[in-house]
């Protein structure tokens, strides 16, 4: 195990790649959790403003711990704009859970990848090689034929909104300062967007119960968790080496979707996923 351990620690890209697994089964959950508050009169901005409160609330007594310039009040522009990019794309990604089936929906959200690349170039100088493209492309075929374009619903182009602010958000990490604070990125993302945030929910409020309550505390828990996931995969190796990897989402959401909802996939759906694992191996091994 510790030869194991100590591999991992090599091997950044690898550890990365986990990390990057490891968040998309987690938010997995929150995509259920999302999909049973669609079922309440919760609004999405609502939604939004409690959860990014929470977070915040959850966070704020350990930010306050952390040194001056641990705390990444330098970064406040970088932060501020991540906060309501992940803001906007959270509010599609609770209308498009309501109107899609959770495979469909996340069929879309794995084009996030796609987007990082391009992104990445162009935010963060990266170099991208073709073949990088190539397997990307080949993932994305891969959530074409898990969506079935036949069957294409007008939520769809807000879970494509989404896919571009995660994409975006991710890459922008790489624009803050090596040895910040994780703790501080997560908190001031959410504490930057709170105002927007209730602006838009305010005067669309409806009252809630314990148990809707204790969804949000849940959601807020998890997301917690994979933004942190992502901020440490994505500030370890280039976005053009693990983004592939954030695919793996699909299969966890299908299989929830199966078990929670009743959403059992056709024949279509697990042909891309196979896809998609193929497109996750074949980029692992680009060097």
Same mark, same amino acid.
């Given at each position: 195990?510790?030869?194991?351990?100590?591999?991992?620690?090599?091997?950044?890209?690898?550890?990365?790649?986990?990390?990057?697994?490891?968040?998309?089964?987690?938010?997995?959950?929150?995509?259920?959790?999302?999909?049973?508050?669609?079922?309440?009169?919760?609004?999405?901005?609502?939604?939004?403003?409690?959860? %990014?409160?929470?977070?915040?609330?959850?966070?704020?007594?350990?930010?306050?711990?952390?040194?001056?310039?641990?705390?990444?009040?330098?970064?406040?522009?970088?932060?501020?704009?991540?906060?309501?990019?992940?803001?906007?794309?959270?509010?599609?990604?609770?209308?498009?859970?309501?109107?899609? #089936?959770?495979?469909?929906?996340? *069929?879309?959200?794995?084009?996030?990848?796609?987007?990082?690349?391009?992104?990445?170039?162009?935010?963060?100088?990266?170099?991208?090689?073709? *073949?990088?493209?190539?397997?990307?492309?080949?993932?994305?075929?891969?959530?074409?034929?898990?969506?079935?374009? $036949?069957?294409?619903?007008?939520? $769809?182009?807000?879970?494509?909104?989404?896919?571009?602010?995660?994409?975006?958000?991710?890459?922008?990490?790489?624009?803050?300062?090596?040895?910040?604070?994780?703790?501080?990125?997560?908190?001031?993302?959410?504490?930057?967007?709170?105002?927007? $945030?209730?602006?838009?929910?305010?005067?669309?409020?409806?009252?809630?119960?314990?148990?809707?309550?204790?969804?949000?505390?849940?959601?807020?828990?998890?997301?917690?968790?994979?933004?942190?996931?992502?901020?440490?995969?994505?500030?370890?190796?280039?976005?053009?080496?693990?983004?592939?990897?954030?695919?793996?989402?699909?299969?966890?959401?299908?299989?929830?979707?199966?078990?929670? %909802?009743?959403? %059992? #996939?056709?024949?279509?759906?697990?042909?891309?996923?196979?896809?998609?694992?193929?497109?996750?191996?074949?980029?692992?091994?680009?060097?």
């Amino acid at each position: 195990m510790q030869q194991l351990m100590a591999r991992m620690t090599a091997d950044r890209q690898i550890l990365a790649i986990l990390l990057l697994i490891l968040g998309n089964l987690t938010i997995s959950f929150g995509d259920v959790v999302v999909k049973l508050l669609g079922q309440t009169d919760v609004t999405a901005y609502q939604y939004i403003a409690l959860r %990014f409160l929470m977070t915040s609330l959850l966070l704020l007594p350990f930010w306050l711990r952390l040194s001056p310039e641990k705390k990444g009040l330098g970064q406040w522009k970088i932060h501020l704009i991540r906060g309501h990019l992940l803001l906007f794309g959270s509010i599609c990604v609770y209308i498009s859970l309501i109107y899609l #089936p959770l495979a469909t929906a996340n *069929a879309v959200f794995y084009a996030a990848p796609l987007m990082t690349l391009p992104l990445a170039a162009l935010l963060s100088k990266e170099k991208v090689r073709p *073949a990088a493209y190539g397997v990307s492309l080949l993932g994305f075929g891969g959530i074409l034929l898990v969506l079935n374009p $036949g069957q294409w619903h007008w939520a $769809g182009w807000l879970a494509l909104f989404t896919a571009f602010t995660m994409a975006a958000s991710n890459v922008l990490v790489r624009r803050l300062p090596q040895g910040r604070s994780v703790l501080a990125t997560l908190f001031l993302t959410q504490a930057l967007a709170i105002p927007v $945030g209730f602006v838009l929910a305010v005067p669309v409020w409806q009252p809630m119960n314990g148990e809707i309550w204790l969804l949000l505390v849940g959601i807020s828990l998890i997301g917690i968790v994979y933004q942190g996931t992502c901020i440490l995969a994505y500030a370890m190796a280039d976005a053009s080496k693990i983004a592939a990897s954030e695919y793996s989402g699909l299969l966890f959401v299908t299989v929830m979707g199966m078990v929670m %909802f009743n959403e %059992f #996939p056709a024949l279509h759906v697990y042909l891309g996923a196979a896809v998609v694992i193929m497109a996750i191996g074949l980029q692992r091994k680009l060097k």
